[in-house]
């Protein structure tokens, strides 16, 4: 079982920044796929960006070179480090959680329950 809770989001204007945080418990501990989805109004669910059980990271074309994925040492705490935001990124941002490092939801088994992002222009 994997319990997964964000926290973070909020309200920025464009240019600004924002850290969202994922704090994740496994019981019996597991090696998971992590990443980070969005979904907008009325929008599909979106795959942001995805981190391996080796680090490796997978980044969705729109967010390539302002948002960061990475986790703490004992793998506890995931994070979105999100600059430069645009009115565009405002969504409700899920952490996951799976099996598969890829960046489509029907491939992830575990999620939170969301933390919502609005940029302003």
């Known amino acids: 079982q994997v319990q997964l809770v964000e926290s973070g989001g909020g309200s920025v204007q464009a240019g600004g920044s924002l850290r969202l945080s994922c704090e994740v418990s496994?019981?019996?501990?597991?090696?998971?796929?992590m990443a980070w989805f969005r979904q907008a109004p009325g929008k599909e669910r979106e795959g942001v960006a995805a981190?391996?059980?080796?680090?490796?990271?997978l980044y969705a074309n729109s967010v390539k070179g302002r948002f960061t994925i990475y986790q703490d040492n004992p793998k506890n705490t995931l994070f979105l480090q999100m600059d430069s935001l645009k009115p565009e990124d405002s969504a409700t941002y899920y952490c996951?959680?799976?099996?598969?490092?890829?960046?489509?939801?029907?491939?992830?088994?575990?999620w939170g329950q969301g933390t919502q992002v609005t940029v302003s222009s």
């Open positions: 496994a019981y019996p501990r597991v090696n998971v796929e």
């Open positions: 996951a959680a799976g099996w598969y490092f890829v960046l489509e939801p029907s491939r992830f088994e575990y």
């Open positions: 981190i391996s059980t080796l680090t490796n990271t």
